[in-house]
Structures are given as C-alpha cells and as structure tokens.
C-alpha cells in the first residue's frame, strides 16, 4: 500500500464544464475527507465519509459540489459548472476513526485550473 | 467560531539556531492540536500531536490552555527542516473527524 492516491494530479478546464477527482484512500481506513487548499492558505475542510455515508459537509460544499464513496472505499469529487474561484488544490485523506489523536493521511492533491 | 491563527508566513533562521512556530486557536472545548509539515515537493504529513507528548525530529509542541496556543519550537534548526508547517485544531474529541487549519508559515533554514 503506498498511501492515499489521487487522479488526477492536474486538471485543466474551462468555465462551465463538469469535472470529477477520484481519491483512493489507504485500504483499511474507513474515514475519508476532501479538503481545499487555496494559494496562501491551509487546507480548508470540505465534507468527510465513515464508511460510505457522508457525515458532514462544510458550507463551502456549495450545490455544484457532490461527494460520494459508494462502496465505502475510494471516493469521487465531483465540480458541476465550474468557476474560475474553483482553481485550488483538491486534497484528499484518510484515517481510521476514533480515539484520541488519530492521524489523518493525506494524498498529493488534484490541482485544478479553471480557465 | 473555531479558528487556527499562525502569525507569521515566513519564518527565516540560520541552521543552528532556535527555532519556534506560533499557533494561537480559538475553541470553547476541549481541542486535540496537531502540527503537520509539508517539505517540498511531498503531500502533508503528520508532525506530532498533543496528546502524544513526543518529540518529532527534535520538534517539540505544548498545549498552553491558559494562553489558547500550541507552539512548535526545536532548540537546533537544521537545513532539512526548511518547509511549510501548519497547526491544526480537531474538535470535541474527534469525533467530529475533520481538522481545522492556519494559514501556514513557511521555515527557512539557511546555512
């Protein structure tokens, strides 16, 4: 297992146009969580998954953003009509759950471009 | 609102030297804090975490409820330390799952 993966590592588009980001957590976690990291900024939180129901999402998940992980292990992000305010990187991660302290793992990210 | 402030963007020190990151949070309860590094050209990776009490890589961070901070500090910078850095706070326990995060200050150890 060599980690959290995420395809793909860039992604260019323009306004308008759907996009969908996969992420493969590590195999045995069952919490996965979407961040976006904008220029200048920390990693801001999105919406996480235990197992495959989707606990809680930020108010920054607007309607144009889904998030699913159907089968309880990788996971799509999906941006409908994107916005040049989309462009950030797309950070995803995994933990096991519970306990104090537990370690969340991060992927490489998905940086998008919209043009 | 729950909020993870670092105050400086960049931090530059010469190897050898003292070194100490700010982190100042916001939150009602009982928070877990976490420093995660970014070196460059690598994803986030898990620095060290409060509760844990340890030293990372001679990094070493104490929660100071009083004063609402967890600063990193290491009494030795050393050139590989050069990277981003960010605090990160984590609800109730951890049970509400996802980390908040500062804005990040960058270390640079110069020769």
């Known amino acids: 297992d060599t980690g959290v993966s995420q395809n793909p590592r860039h992604k260019i588009t323009k306004r308008g146009q759907n996009v969908t980001f996969r992420c493969d957590p590590i195999?045995?976690?069952?919490?996965l969580y979407w961040y976006r990291q904008t220029l200048g900024q920390g990693p801001e939180f999105l919406t996480y998954f235990q197992n495959e129901a989707q606990l809680e999402k930020s108010r920054l998940l607007s309607d144009r953003f889904s998030a699913e992980r159907p089968k309880g292990s990788f996971s799509t992000l999906e941006i409908q009509r994107t916005e040049q305010g989309d462009s950030a990187m797309y950070l995803c991660?995994?933990?096991?759950?519970?306990?104090?302290?537990?370690?969340?793992?991060f992927g490489p990210g998905t940086r998008l471009t919209v043009t | 609102a729950q909020r993870v402030t670092q105050p400086e963007k960049l931090l530059s020190v010469f190897k050898g030297a003292p070194v100490e990151l700010k982190c100042n949070y916001s939150?009602?309860?009982?928070?877990?804090l976490f420093w995660y590094v970014q070196y460059s050209r690598q994803r986030l990776q898990l620095l060290l975490r409060h509760i844990s009490r340890e030293s990372i890589k001679g990094f070493t961070a104490d929660l100071n409820k009083g004063e609402t901070s967890f600063h990193l500090k290491k009494p030795f910078a050393q050139e590989e330390d050069s990277a981003m850095y960010y605090c990160?706070?984590?609800?109730?326990?951890?049970?509400?799952?996802?980390?908040?995060f500062g804005k990040g200050t960058k270390l640079s150890v110069k020769p």
């Open positions: 991660a995994s933990s096991l759950a519970g306990g104090l302290g537990y370690e969340q793992y």
């Open positions: 195999s045995e976690h069952n919490r």
């Open positions: 990160a706070l984590r609800k109730n326990g951890g049970s509400q799952g996802n980390l908040i």
């Open positions: 939150y009602s309860g009982s928070p877990e």
